[in-house]
């Protein structure tokens, strides 16, 4: 035989052995059992924002929260520092039931710096398949969107509206809640109770803590439509008046006690009341939320809304928000009475006067037309653009932090923002 | 052309691709275990269970779903026939959900085949296949529209 031949013969003989081999592990396969796969204990995610945002306001800065030093406008005439930020989440499934999570987020801060924080950490363990428990930090489902705010991906705007979201200053509890789900025929219910303390810090360098803080968030799905309703209280002090209250209790006698009590932002009871809804179809949504805040302190009873509504076009989402702020507190007091001029504490007490009157009328009163699309150009990731006019109401500079000498209150500015959203 | 010519060429593209969108919606069914016993869900039960809201079956018995991998035909036809959500949606949703640390989208199992052995295995899983490789290892559930 020729070689090639006896070549051929073992090739044959070697792919008929191989396909035997191939078929007696096919049926083989056949017969055992097929492992139900199973999740990994580790894994992680990530996501960010990286975004540019012009304000046409020069004397003061547009920030996305009053948490942010820096913003659009004087500090830089497009700014990276507003919505730009970058999250990194350890997800544990220990059991099915035994979950747990934290997430870091690197974001502007008080400081102008990027030090990350610790947005969540918590343990969660389903006590039955429809109440399960948390213990840790927690972020506070105050609005629709407010415990995925920072997670741009999520969202159909490039930012949630400002106008109801800053309206609670602190988003964290360090504590447990608890969730409970129920049915109710074709809709779904689920209660969710929490209790804890939180904090923040602003600007310059100012502590926000809450303490002893609870609240009851309830939210109904039903078919394409999701109603929400949430109460949330807490113990709140507030850094930077505490002077302007000793002030008052030395010099106003019980005038000034009575000022120093009403005014006072140390350990005062801060409620919120918020509800919302949201309809959304594969091709479009609807959504409003409102939200009211009552520090009992200077810096006032607020309000604030939205109402917002998509069309999905392909991969193209246009949008349209109008969303307003205001306050329902009264924004001037007289004040201590001013002894006569010569007297040696006038100066004092006006200036005290004059800085009480200054938080009083720093609740924003504003307005905001905005539109904008999304573009879901790669799998996660969005590119979106968005334009936004905003009318102050007299006397009052809205969101806008930095204030310079020359800034004049009232009047209107206009942001133009581009953001890419990615997640991992 | 005509413009009638250019009318009923347009009208047969948008048929043809009407026609498509159709079949490729057709093409897809949910299967479960030969040892499950659940043989229909409502669409709305369907999408409980995809999106985490649910961990049970309506007669209560455990359910964990499985996912194709993002990109297949069946992935898409499925969350768009059984869902009503594009994978930009589905994406967003579980984007939400993940980073708020309330839950995990379904596991993805790949290849195809071996969904089929996974379900046929495992009772309390649920899937999606091709019509055309439907067997008797699974079951196909009906999905009842409302």
């Known amino acids: 035989m020729p070689p090639f031949f006896r070549l051929e013969k073992k090739a044959a003989l070697t792919l008929a052995i191989l396909l035997a081999c191939g078929l007696a592990r096919a049926q083989e396969a056949d017969h055992t059992q097929e492992a139900p796969p ?57 059991t099915p039931d035994l979950t747990g999570v934290v997430q870091v987020v690197s974001e502007q801060r008080y400081d102008g710096s990027f030090a990350p924080q610790v947005e969540w950490a918590n343990v969660k363990y389903n006590i039955t398949p429809d109440l399960s428990m948390r213990a840790g930090r927690i972020v506070l489902p105050s609005f629709l969107l407010s415990d995925a705010r920072k997670v741009g991906y999520s969202s159909p705007w490039v930012r949630t509206p400002s106008e109801v979201y800053n309206l609670v200053p602190i988003t964290n509890s360090d504590g447990i809640d608890f969730s409970y789900r129920q049915q109710f025929g074709d809709a779904r219910n689920t209660i969710q109770a929490s209790f804890g303390q939180g904090s923040a810090k602003a600007p310059p360098d100012n502590d926000i803590t809450g303490k002893r803080g609870w609240g009851v968030f309830d939210t109904l799905e039903y078919g394409n439509m999701t109603f929400h309703v949430s109460y949330f209280r807490t113990r709140l002090t507030i850094e930077g008046t505490q002077d302007l209250e000793a002030m008052a209790r030395l010099y106003g006698g019980s005038a000034g006690a009575a000022l120093a009590d009403k005014y006072g932002a140390t350990d005062k009871p801060f409620e919120f009341y918020g509800a919302g809804a949201s309809y959304e179809t594969s091709r479009w949504f609807l959504m409003g939320e409102y939200g009211l805040i009552n520090p009992h302190s200077a810096y006032g009873k ?24 205001d306050v329902k507190s009264n924004t001037s007091d007289p004040g201590l009475p001013l002894p006569p001029a010569w ?27 905005s539109t904008g699309l999304r573009w879901d150009a790669y799998k996660n990731v969005a590119v979106k653009f968005q334009f936004d006019h905003s009318r102050l109401g007299d006397g009052s500079y809205g969101m806008l932090n930095n204030r310079q000498s020359g800034y004049v209150r009232g009047g209107s500015y206009n942001l133009i923002s581009a953001t890419i959203d990615f997640q991992f | 052309m005509t413009r009638l010519q250019k009318w009923t060429r347009m009208i047969l593209v948008m048929l043809m691709a009407a026609a498509c969108q159709f079949a490729m919606a057709q093409d897809v069914v949910l ?84 969904v089929k052995r996974v379900i046929r295995d495992n009772p309390n899983y649920i899937g999606y296949i091709k019509r055309r490789d439907v067997d008797s290892s699974v079951k196909v559930v009906v999905v009842l529209h409302p």
């Open chain 1, 38 to 94: 199973v999740p990994p204990v580790f894994s992680i995610n990530g996501f960010g924002t990286i975004g540019m945002v012009h304000s046409s306001e020069r004397r003061a800065d547009f920030v996305a929260t009053d948490l942010q030093r820096k913003g659009a406008g004087y500090s830089n005439d497009w700014s990276p520092y507003v919505d730009s930020r970058v999250g990194m989440q350890l997800n544990a499934r220990f």
């Open chain 1, 302 to 325: 607020r309000v604030g809304g939205y109402v917002s509504s998509g069309y999905r076009i392909g991969k193209v989402t246009p949008y349209v928000t109008y969303a307003f702020a």
């Open chain 1, 343 to 369: 007297y040696p504490t006038y100066s004092t007490i006006a200036a005290m006067n004059a800085r009480l009157n200054s938080v009083l009328s720093s609740a924003p009163v504003q307005q905001t037309y």
């Open chain 2, 31 to 114: 299967v479960v275990s030969r040892k499950c016993n659940v043989s229909s869900l409502t669409q709305e039960q369907v999408a409980d269970i995809f999106l985490g809201k649910t961990s049970a079956f309506p007669n209560g018995a455990s359910v964990i779903p499985i996912d194709q991998q993002e990109g297949t035909g069946e992935r898409e036809a499925f969350y768009h026939h059984f869902i009503g959500k594009t994978e930009a949606q589905v994406r967003t949703y579980w984007s939400k959900i993940v980073f708020t640390g309330k839950g995990y989208p379904p596991i993805e199992v790949v290849p195809p085949e071996r």
